[in-house]
């Protein structure tokens, strides 16, 4: 075995936060996130050999990554369902103040997705992947991963119920006093 | 990224769907020449009369999010699409941002060190 080079540890480093970025939207669980990245981190190891260098050693990880995520999941196929099926179902988000999303408004609306849209969009629209490789990593065809993408997205703004603007000028103090009056009673 | 997003979203831009279950003020917006109203101000269900909302297919709570089909469709796709984009780097670089845990400085060190000592 030749072991991993200096700079190829290093490299492994730098990429461990990305690594977790990805395996927390796929688990939805930042243990079970770093124990994913943990094992990522000693298959790789292990199977440096399989690694060319020059090639791109974070679509390399992040391969095997999701690899291990989804063989986990078929062994934990209960808890996938549970995931992706009943708790998706009875989801809604109300955000608090009309048109605006927060940051735990989006992440409960895309931990309801399946993981399969999930994975593709955050690996096209976060992680900064190419459909091609996005497909590549996920072992899927190009077509695959760009028609996850697009159903992600239109659940996405289902679930978040973004609206557009309209063309009706909006007036800003008639649309403040709404908002408060349908913010108060809802408390 | 330094753009910053609030600019796309305006107050205008809240679902109708959303406001229609509370009741609100009661205000009608009428324009004089009659045409459609400039605000819409809906009031709660049972106090609209069905006739009025036949016109009105997008207030329907069963329907899915507003959408208007003879609307620029274009546009309002992009800046929805550029909306989710960003909250969804938002939540990714947010973890990402994330100082390195212990755990993984000491699993590739260790590891290194085997590597080195075979």
């Not at chain 1, 996005?134 to 190009?142: F, G, L, N, P």
Request: hydrophobic share 40%; with cysteine.
């Amino acid at each position: 075995m030749s072991g991993a080079s200096p700079t190829l540890k290093e490299a492994m480093l730098r990429l461990v936060p990305n690594l977790r970025a990805f395996a927390v939207s796929l688990c939805g669980n930042v243990e079970r996130a770093d124990d994913l990245v943990q094992e990522t981190l000693l298959k790789a190891w292990n199977s440096m050999d399989g690694f060319q260098e020059g090639t791109n050693l974070r679509a390399w990880l992040f391969t095997i990554l999701r690899n291990t995520y989804f063989s986990e999941c078929r062994r934990r196929r209960r808890e996938v369902e549970d995931r992706d099926g009943s708790k998706a179902a009875d989801l809604s988000v109300h955000p608090e103040q009309p048109g605006h999303l927060d940051m735990a408004d989006f992440r409960k609306a895309l931990d309801s997705l399946p993981a399969d849209q999930r994975e593709a969009l955050v690996l096209v629209g976060a992680a900064g992947f190419s459909y091609e490789e996005a497909a590549a990593i996920s072992a899927c065809a190009v077509g695959t991963i760009k028609s996850r993408v697009n159903r992600a997205r239109g659940k996405l703004i289902e679930l978040l119920s973004i609206s557009p603007p309209h063309e009706y000028g909006p007036d800003a103090a008639i649309e403040a006093i709404i908002s408060r009056t349908a913010r108060g009673g809802s408390r | 990224m330094a753009n910053n997003g609030s600019a796309e979203l305006k107050p205008g831009s809240a679902p109708q769907a959303r406001r229609k279950r509370r009741s609100s003020p009661r205000r009608e917006g009428c324009p004089a020449d009659g045409g459609q109203p400039l605000l819409r101000v809906i009031h709660s269900a049972d106090r609209v009369p069905s006739a009025d909302r036949v016109r009105e297919p997008s207030l329907d709570m069963n329907k899915p999010p507003f959408r208007r089909p003879d609307g620029p469709a274009g546009m309002l796709d992009r800046t929805v699409q550029a909306q989710i984009g960003r909250l969804l780097r938002d939540v990714f670089a947010d973890v990402a941002a994330e100082p390195v845990p212990r755990r993984f400085i000491e699993l590739l060190a260790a590891l290194d060190i085997k590597e080195k000592c075979r």
